[in-house]
Every structure is written in C-alpha cells, then in structure tokens.
Antibody, heavy 120, light 110 residues
Framework: QLQLQESGPGLVKPLETLSLTCTVS??????????WVWIRQPPGKGLEWIGC???????FYNPSLRSRFTISVDPSRNQFSLEVTSVTAADMAVYYC????????????WGQGTMVTVSS | QSVLTQPPSVSAAPGQKVTISCSGS????????VSWYQQLPGTAPKLLIY???KRPSGIPDRFSGSKSGTSATLGITGLRTGDEADYYC???????????FGGGTKLTVL
C-alpha cells in the first residue's frame, strides 16, 4: 500500500526558507491518475490547502499563499517538495503531504505530518 | 474564513445519530465531488467519504455522506466515544482553482 513520509527541519528561523520533502513509497509518483498535495494545520486550527502538483509538473496554489510557496517534483527519487520563503510565525504548523485523485479531488493517502516551528 | 462552512461543534449521546453540514457555493460543492475526513486527536486526517457518498474500504456503514445543491452532509449513527474527533469537508473550487476545506467540526460524544 502506498505510503507518504514528510521530512524536513522541525525548526526554522524567521525570514529563512523552509524546505520539506515528501517521499512516496510502494507506488509511483508518476501516475497520471493522481496528483500530490501539501496541506498544513496551524496548532489548534483547521486544515489549509497549500497547493498541488501533477506528474506533468503543472501546479496550483492557494491564491492567498502563492507568492511564497513553491511545489516541485523529482520523479527519479519518487519525491515531491515544498519550499516556503521568508517564513514567519504564521507559518508554524503541522505540514502534511497527501495524494489526490485526479477529477475526484479527495485525498486518500496522507503522511503522518511534520511540525514546523518558526523561532530565532 | 473558510470557503466551506461547517458548524464548529456538534454533540450527541452514545448510540445516537449526528449530522454535520457543509455549505458552499456553485463554484465548489455545486459542481464538484465532496469528501469528508476524520481527524482523531494527534493524528493525520483520514478519508471517510469520497465522491459525496462513497466509503473507502474499512470505513463502517455507520458513516454516510450526501449532497444536495451547494451543501453536503456527513451522518454518523450508533455514536461511540471513539468517534470523538474533528471532521472536515473538502472539495475543489473551480473559481479559485484550488482545493478548499471547511473549518472543521468537533464532535463530542457525551
């Protein structure tokens, strides 16, 4: 069964760049039936859809976040990544990667999540 | 402010039934599939309902979903204390070109 695992620093300084990676195992990231999503959840708050990437490289971003967020894919490593520039305390959250079904838009596989703290 | 609107909390006694509403618009729920997620404390969300009313393998039939117009509803029957969790609806918004979630509903089984 396909699994997702997030990795990255648990602590970043304000105004630095946060880089997270999601590794896909027991399945291919290149499937055209699915796309790959980043979702975050600030402490005590709800889910926020950040953006997604298709195997073609096409990306979509939350309009309220787009300018600082970049999602990329590395098929050779079966990984996709999220980069967030100029982080602030508002970016503190648990970051989840997930798999989305094309045309259906549900997220059937999730990573366990990784907590990111922003502090100097 | 979430694009999809859910009640912040609902509660019911063990064994009873509860429904959670999710209200949207013609650019999201009105013409896209709705999914529902259960998030138990300290864990990642789990897909509960997809394509408005379908249950993934392993999800008991105590959980059901429906959609009408620009609203969707999650129903849970035979409530158990283990159902206490946050529940989120989600879909795609064709105007925003982005995925959207409801603000989440906290279920308390009294």
């Amino acid at each position: 069964q396909l699994q997702l695992q997030e990795s990255g620093p648990g602590l970043v300084k304000p105004l630095e760049t946060l880089s997270l990676t999601c590794t896909v195992s027991s399945g291919s990231i290149s499937s055209t039936n699915y796309y790959w999503v980043w979702i975050r959840q600030p402490p005590g708050k709800g889910l926020e859809w950040i953006g997604c990437i298709f195997s073609s490289g096409t990306t979509f971003y939350n309009p309220s976040l787009r300018s600082r967020f970049t999602i990329s894919v590395d098929p050779s490593r079966n990984q996709f990544s999220l980069e967030v520039t100029s982080v602030t305390a508002a970016d503190m959250a648990v970051y989840y990667c997930a798999r989305g079904k094309s045309g259906i838009d549900d997220f059937d596989v999730w990573g366990q999540g990784t907590m990111v703290t922003v502090s100097s | 402010q979430s694009v999809l609107t859910q009640p912040p909390s609902v509660s019911a006694a063990p064994g009873q039934k509860v429904t959670i509403s999710c209200s949207g618009s013609s650019s999201n729920i009105g013409n896209k599939y709705v999914s529902w997620y259960q998030q138990l404390p300290g864990t990642a969300p789990k897909l509960l309902i997809y394509e408005n009313d379908k249950r993934p393998s392993g999800i008991p039939d105590r959980f059901s979903g429906s959609k009408s117009g620009t609203s969707a509803t999650l129903g849970i029957t035979g409530l158990r204390t283990g159902d206490e969790a946050d529940y989120y609806c989600g879909t795609w918004d064709t105007s925003l070109h982005t995925g959207v979630f409801g603000g989440g509903t906290k279920l308390t089984v009294l």
